[in-house]
């Protein structure tokens, strides 16, 4: 964050606040506009997607340029058979890990609005979001058996540290956590609803969850700011800390390693061609750029926290 976006992180003589991005919004105004969109653009993915017609032949899973093993030498080796198959298992395992971060984010949710007005529009929103995500984890599991993959749970150590986290976060650090998980799969699902190549139930499960997850994020960035802005000094560093710790997870929990077993490959070359691979460094860091921009802006990226994004893979 520069000096001068830092001089701008003010709160102003009216009672306003603002920050490097600007003056906030009022928090009931953003939830009203919120709920009016969900009334508008919300669907039920059990009648809006055709789940009884069969894959098509020849068709991916996810976009080749977004798996993890795209460019590398083992990529190279492998038949056109083999790249869709090591799709289909990525897909499954990308849903498995957003199953995962959705159940995780309605337990925050439900923290953050347990002490606040119950009428009010910001937790009618809330609640909204995540009846949202109630249906996106239904559908992520629903598509998973439908491409004939298996589950793919993150390991028993992530698993545990977000019990952790659940526990222990600062209300900013939700949010963080929130984008994090949300931004990055964004950015991957809008390139891949509209990619021809790709079967058409995936594209359309890309494309509910982008239309629907645009709330959630615009949500999350608003309530963000304002607890940067309103929360304690011990608060916001936490949140730093924490949200950087969160990065480390995350961007290893986006490959997992039973994918490699699953479609005949070595997992260890796998996992070492994987991390070796500057195409892999540089999809994670375009994917996770929109966020950490906006995370500088409004000051999350200081200090230890910004050294834990870096080691994370995701900061360039």
């Known amino acids: 964050m520069s000096e001068v976006s830092e001089a701008m992180t003010t709160v102003t003589d009216r009672g306003a606040l603002q920050d490097a991005l600007g003056l906030l919004k009022d928090r009931e105004e953003i939830a009203a506009r919120l709920l009016e969109s969900s009334a508008k653009h919300s669907f039920d993915p059990d009648k809006e997607l055709d789940w009884d017609a069969p894959p098509i032949d020849g068709k991916y899973y996810w976009p080749p340029e977004l798996l993890s093993l795209y460019d590398t030498p083992l990529w190279k080796k492998m038949g056109e058979e083999q790249r869709i198959d090591l799709s289909r298992h990525e897909a499954a395992a990308l849903g498995s890990l957003g199953i995962w971060f959705e159940i995780i984010l309605m337990q925050l949710m439900v923290r953050h609005i347990y002490d606040k007005s119950l009428t009010s529009n910001h937790v009618r929103y809330a609640l909204t979001e995540i009846a949202d995500e109630c249906r996106h984890s239904m559908m992520f599991a629903r598509m998973i058996q439908k491409a004939g993959a298996p589950a793919y749970p993150v390991s028993r150590t992530n698993h545990n540290l977000a019990r952790i986290l659940k526990t222990v976060s600062t209300t900013p650090g939700s949010f963080a956590c929130t984008l994090l998980g949300e931004e990055i799969l964004d950015w991957m699902q809008r390139l891949t609803?509209?990619?021809?190549?790709?079967?058409?139930?995936?594209?359309?499960?890309?494309?509910?969850?982008?239309?629907?997850e645009a709330r959630h994020v615009r949500y999350a960035r608003e309530e963000l700011r304002r607890q940067m802005l309103t929360a304690p000094r011990w608060e916001q560093e936490l949140t730093r800390v924490s949200c950087g710790q969160a990065a480390r997870v995350f961007s290893l929990a986006f490959v997992n390693p039973k994918v490699y077993e699953n479609v005949g490959l070595d997992r260890r070359e796998a996992l070492a061609q994987v991390q070796a691979s500057g195409h892999?460094?540089?999809?994670?860091?375009?994917?996770?750029?929109?966020?950490?921009?906006?995370?500088?802006?409004?000051?999350?990226?200081?200090?230890?926290?910004?050294r834990l994004w870096k080691s994370s893979g995701l900061l360039a």
């Open 193 to 212: 609803f509209p990619d021809e190549r790709i079967q058409p139930l995936v594209r359309g499960v890309t494309r509910i969850h982008v239309i629907e």
């Open 280 to 306: 892999r460094r540089e999809v994670m860091q375009t994917g996770a750029k929109r966020l950490t921009d906006f995370l500088d802006d409004i000051g999350v990226l200081r200090g230890v926290g910004r």
